[in-house]
C-alpha cells in the first residue's frame, strides 16, 4: 500500500515550505468546492468516510504513524481502483509543516480529534492545541470557518477550552453543557471514541468558528 499508493496522495516535499505560499488548490487535481484537514487522523475511518460523504471537498491528512497511514490507504484503494473520488492529500509527519505551509484564509475547518493529552503539565506546551499553533490556525481557517476539537482526557478539555475560547479569533459555539456532550447528527464516530464510550467515558465535542 505505501509503495503504491501513498506516492499518489502525498503532498510533494517542496510544497512545505512553512512560508504560508501552498494554495490548496495546486495540490489537487481540479478545484474543489472546501478544503479541510484532518490533524492526527489515526487510522483514518474519520477522513476517508468524510471523504465519500463529500467528493467534491479537497481532503487534507497529516499522521506522524506509519500504520495509521497504511490503514487508511488500504482502507480507500478499493475507492482509488474503482476510479471513485478520492480527493484526498497525505503527510506522514507532523501537521504543522502543512499548517505553517498552506496559504491564509484558505481552510475551510480543521479537525482534531482525540489528540495526545501529553498528561504531565511540564509536557503540556507539547499539545498540539496550544497558543502558538491556534495563532497559525486562526491564519489559514476562512472567516466563518470551523475549528473542531474533541478529546475523552478532562484535563485536555478544560486545556482546549481555556486556550481556544480566549484565544481572539475563536468563538466557542456551545451555549449549554449538552452542546459539548452531544455530538451533531452527523457525526462520524472514530475508532477510539467508540472504543472508550463501551466503556462509559465522556466525550467532549468543542465546535469553534473563526472570527
Not at 487522523?41 to 460523504?53: A, D, T, Y
Not at 509527519?93 to 482525540?114: C, F, H, P, V, W
Not at 478532562?154 to 453543557?177: N, Q, V
Amino acid at each position: 500500500m505505501l509503495e503504491a499508493l501513498l506516492p499518489s496522495f502525498s503532498i510533494p516535499e517542496n510544497r512545505l515550505t512553512e512560508k504560508h505560499d501552498l494554495n490548496p488548490e495546486d495540490i489537487f487535481s481540479a478545484p474543489c468546492a472546501q478544503y479541510w484537514m484532518e490533524i492526527g487522523f489515526g487510522s483514518g475511518e474519520h477522513i476517508s468516510s468524510l471523504m465519500r460523504r463529500h467528493p467534491d471537498y479537497g481532503w487534507i491528512g497529516a499522521e506522524p504513524f506509519i500504520n495509521g497511514v497504511a490503514a487508511l490507504l488500504k482502507d480507500i484503494s478499493p475507492d482509488f481502483e474503482a476510479g471513485q473520488p478520492c480527493n484526498l492529500r497525505l503527510l506522514n509527519d507532523d501537521a504543522m509543516r502543512i499548517a505553517l505551509s498552506l496559504q491564509e484564509k484558505t481552510l475551510d475547518g480543521i479537525y482534531i480529534l482525540n489528540p495526545d493529552p501529553w498528561p504531565k503539565k511540564r509536557h503540556n506546551n507539547r499539545r498540539i492545541v496550544n497558543p502558538l499553533n491556534l495563532d497559525v490556525f486562526a491564519k489559514i481557517i476562512k472567516s466563518g470557518g470551523a475549528l473542531i476539537l474533541s478529546t475523552d482526557v478532562p484535563d485536555l478539555a478544560d486545556w482546549m477550552i481555556m486556550h481556544t475560547s480566549t484565544h481572539p479569533a475563536f468563538e466557542w459555539t456551545a451555549k449549554t453543557a449538552q452542546d459539548w456532550r452531544t455530538p451533531p447528527p452527523d457525526w462520524i464516530p472514530t475508532r477510539y471514541e467508540v472504543k472508550k464510550a463501551r466503556h462509559g467515558e465522556q466525550m467532549c465535542y468543542l465546535f469553534f468558528v473563526r472570527k
